[in-house]
């Protein structure tokens, strides 16, 4: 018997060259003290989530990000569809306007996080991230 010819369905040469799901310069926080040192730093609230963000202040050029959905939220299928669409928004808007060395945790919002409509979701955490960079007097 003969293998089956290759079709065009499937992964090509192309697919492969796509970003991946996590940009490579971000970096997911497990940790719970790095939670708590970014909610230390500058936040921003929008109508969609609380972003919270801080220099680290070593050399590393690496952005760290956390996302955080508590039991406000709802049950765990509302949580983690919070997450979901919290890490999108990362993947699309932090490699642009990130700064290296800070880290950023995205608070989800009861109701706001999972019916919002995803590109106001997309300029909220824009106006976020120039807002917690600004220089604060």
Partial sequence: MTPPKVSDIGPTAEASEAP???SVC???MKNRPDYL???QGRRQGTGSFLLQGRARG???ALVRIGFT???KIGNAVARNRAKRRMRALAREVLPKLARPG???VL???PEATISRDYKDMLADLALALTSV???RP
Wanted: glycine share 0%.
């Fill in 26 to 28: 971000l970096e997911v």
């Fill in 37 to 39: 040192r970014t909610a």
């Fill in 20 to 22: 991946p799901a996590v």
């Fill in 133 to 135: 960079h600004k220089a």
């Fill in 102 to 104: 800070w880290d950023y």
């Fill in 58 to 60: 070593d050399d590393l």
């Fill in 107 to 109: 608070v989800a919002k």
């Fill in 69 to 71: 959905a508590s039991k």
